[in-house]
């Protein structure tokens, strides 16, 4: 880890470590939202509401994907960080140095290794997966194209999301912005070889994003190996024993909880919205894109601030955590209010440029309202669970994951049972705002635990090694 990385996370200005740490997340991801709104246009450009649909029904498969990726990337990238901060009272500094080797190595290699059996599983049953999401007519076949591809580049997706996980867990905002950046680049080029030089429609659109993704590995991989001073992807570091996974999956299994969640409620919508018709749905694929720009923002923040968080935690420097957490919640509210105003203000001149359909832009506009007003509870509930991930705080981040997605059942159906699609429309915007409440609530509840010494059972697993290990680091 290198002194100017550490010192953004021990010592520098609040501000200025948030600067540092969150402006370039907030770079990366705001470049991947206008990829996905380029890339929605490039088939937009195709005519074809069907094909539109396809991509709005794949969401929750790659959602699935990345979900794994988060399971190790969160939980592992999070450990990496509070043993970074822990060096600042240790007084066995190579046995943690050594620690911090094998969970990097262990969050690589372990969410490869799933991938593989994920992506061998999906290319097997793609159709039936197509159907299970609620694909059906004209759409079926570009959707099962679609989530095929998607199962093909698992192991990539997986390794990716990891990646850049471990990237910043060691402060290293730039170079996780430059490997996102990069991937999206990549991502275009592909796009438009694919698609409009070679007319592969959805399979390009697949084909594009896989290949991308092996840009953004090839990145972080890089930079891991040749310069960062604290982690390793080597497979000679690579070990699972006991703490090791309690402690990267206790923590990643919120993502994966959340990200199952966020599955099961985009089925509903499908099934509930196709009963409206595929103009709904493709309107909501369409304001889904949209939207993300300020909730990329807002996440740029959030998960830029991560690394802060574990590292204060760690390093039992509380002062300076809920200074960190004050400071990414106003810039949260601010960044929500003025983006979410723009996007509002000029969303029917952007909806028009991904589609000529009538019924696409009256469904899709008041979908993106829904959804700009969801944002405004969204980044603060995701700022909750990031602060709890960071902290140990395994339970609150299981509560919060799952809370969405078991609100968001009863009230879409009541809301399509009562007022139709207007229900179906407004259903994750109520869900979002009580989230955001019971969010509030366990944060309030959970002071204790802020201000506690972070666990010792995964620093004491580290001292477990005989000196031939120690003398390898």
């Not at 991989?221 to 960062?228: D, F, N, Q």
Request: charge should be neutral; aromatic fraction near 10%.
């Amino acid at each position: 880890m290198s002194s100017n990385n550490r010192f953004y996370l021990a010592s520098a200005p609040i501000w200025r470590s948030l600067l540092h740490l969150c402006i370039p997340m907030i770079a990366g991801f705001s470049v991947g939202v206008v990829y996905n709104i380029i890339n929605a246009g490039f088939i937009g450009s195709l005519h074809s509401t069907p094909l539109l649909a396809a991509l709005t029904f794949s969401l929750p498969v790659f959602a699935l994907i990345m979900a794994v990726g988060g399971v190790f990337g969160v939980g592992g990238g999070t450990f990496i960080t509070r043993l970074l901060g822990s060096q600042e009272q240790t007084t066995d500094a190579a046995a943690t140095a050594l620690r911090i080797k094998q969970v990097s190595s262990f969050t690589m290699w372990g969410a490869i290794l799933v991938g593989v059996a994920i992506g061998v599983l999906g290319l097997l049953f793609a159709t039936p997966i197509a159907l299970a999401v609620g694909a059906s007519g004209e759409a079926l076949a570009p959707t099962a194209t679609y989530i095929g591809v998607m199962f093909a580049f698992a192991p990539i997706y997986v390794a990716a999301f990891a990646l850049e996980q471990v990237v910043r867990a060691e402060g290293a905002a730039t170079a996780s912005m430059t490997g996102l950046i990069a991937s999206t680049i990549a991502n275009l080029v592909f796009d438009v070889l694919f698609i409009l030089v070679l007319p592969w429609g959805v399979f390009g659109a697949g084909l594009a994003l896989g290949l991308s993704n092996i840009v953004m590995v090839g990145c972080y991989v890089w930079w891991l190996t040749r310069k960062s001073e604290s982690v390793s992807v080597s497979p000679t570091f690579f070990r699972a024993d006991r703490e090791m996974l309690k402690t990267v999956f206790g923590v990643g299994a919120s993502e994966l909880l959340m990200s199952s969640f966020l599955i099961v409620t985009t089925l509903i919508v499908n099934w509930v919205a196709i009963g409206y018709g595929d103009a709904l749905l493709a309107g909501m694929g369409v304001a889904l894109r949209i939207s993300q720009l300020p909730e990329m923002i807002c996440m740029g923040v959030f998960m830029g601030a991560v690394p802060l968080f574990a590292y204060s935690f760690g390093a039992g420097n509380h002062a300076r955590l809920r200074r960190a957490i004050t400071g990414a919640a106003i810039a949260i509210g601010g960044f929500t209010v003025i983006f979410s105003t723009l996007v509002f203000l000029f969303r029917d001149q952007v909806f028009a440029l991904f589609s000529a359909d009538p019924s696409v832009l009256a469904d899709g506009t008041l979908i993106l309202t829904a959804m700009l007003v969801s944002t405004i509870f969204n980044g603060f509930t995701g700022l909750v669970i990031a602060v709890f991930q960071a902290t140990e705080q395994m339970r609150n981040a299981t509560i919060m994951s799952v809370a969405q997605g078991i609100l968001f059942i009863p009230i879409i159906l009541i809301g399509n049972a009562v007022i139709g699609i207007k229900g179906v429309i407004w259903a994750m915007t109520v869900t979002e705002l009580l989230t955001f409440g019971l969010g509030i609530l366990l944060f309030s509840l959970s002071r204790r635990a802020l201000a506690a010494a972070p666990s010792t059972g995964a620093q004491q697993a580290a001292g477990e090694v005989d000196a031939e290990a120690l003398a390898a680091v």
